[in-house]
């Protein structure tokens, strides 16, 4: 476990744990599981017209942003026969963001924010998760950047070797991802990472050793 912070407000919390089993002299197991808890508190938006002059007339928007991960990566390898393995790697994945406080920058190489909703300026957050902020006579919409993203990757390989040095490989390997509408990542979206849409590869390899002495 890992702590961090930075003098902005920032912060992350690292968690890891690997579990290893060997099961039986043909069975090995290990487990790696991951999670991290993060915020950014400057973490650049967008750029809009309609700023202070002392900003060039610019409004260079900023958010804190407070993200969560979750990983874990399983591998097992089975021998079946002394010429014959499988050996199998899953990583699902989830990650999440969400974004707050708003802001423009004060001035040209300055770290402080203007805060939307503060100094004459007002903010409402929209039904789709968009922000209306009005500045006096002007007004505009700061899109929803929240986030979420899932992930899944495998490997499924059958290794046989027919004849030494020669090998004959199995391979199916999946690799999805999706960006469903924002929710906190937690555990139950790496089951869902499963199921999301990707591509399905099946592959075959030989390879054939020709010698003598």
Do not use: C, H
């Not at 290893?20 to 993060?38: D, E, H």
């Not at 999301?196 to 592959?203: Q, S, Y």
């Amino acid at each position: 476990m890992s702590l961090s912070g930075n003098e902005d407000g920032g912060s992350s919390v690292n968690v890891t744990g690997t579990v290893a089993l060997q099961a039986s002299p043909r069975i090995s197991l290990s487990l790696n599981p991951r999670y991290s808890r993060s915020t950014t508190a400057r973490q650049y938006a967008e750029t809009r017209d309609g700023g202070r002059p002392i900003t060039y007339s610019q409004r260079y928007i900023f958010a804190a942003v407070d993200q969560d991960t979750l990983a874990t990566t399983f591998r097992a390898s089975l021998i079946l026969k002394p010429d014959l393995i499988l050996d199998v790697y899953t990583e699902p994945f989830a990650a999440s963001g969400r974004y707050r406080d708003y802001g423009e920058l004060l001035a040209p190489g300055s770290r402080k924010l203007r805060t939307y909703g503060q100094a004459g300026t007002s903010v409402v957050v929209n039904p789709d998760g968009s922000r209306t902020v009005v500045d006096d006579a002007d007004s505009f919409v700061i899109a929803n950047n929240d986030f979420l993203s899932l992930s899944f990757r495998s490997n499924i390989v059958l290794r046989w070797e027919y004849r030494p040095g020669s090998t004959f490989y199995a391979v199916w390997q999946q690799d999805r991802s999706d960006s469903p509408a924002y929710a906190r990542a937690g555990f139950s979206d790496l089951v869902d990472s499963r199921s999301a849409p990707g591509d399905n590869i099946f592959a075959l390899k030989a390879s054939f050793f020709w010698g003598g002495r």
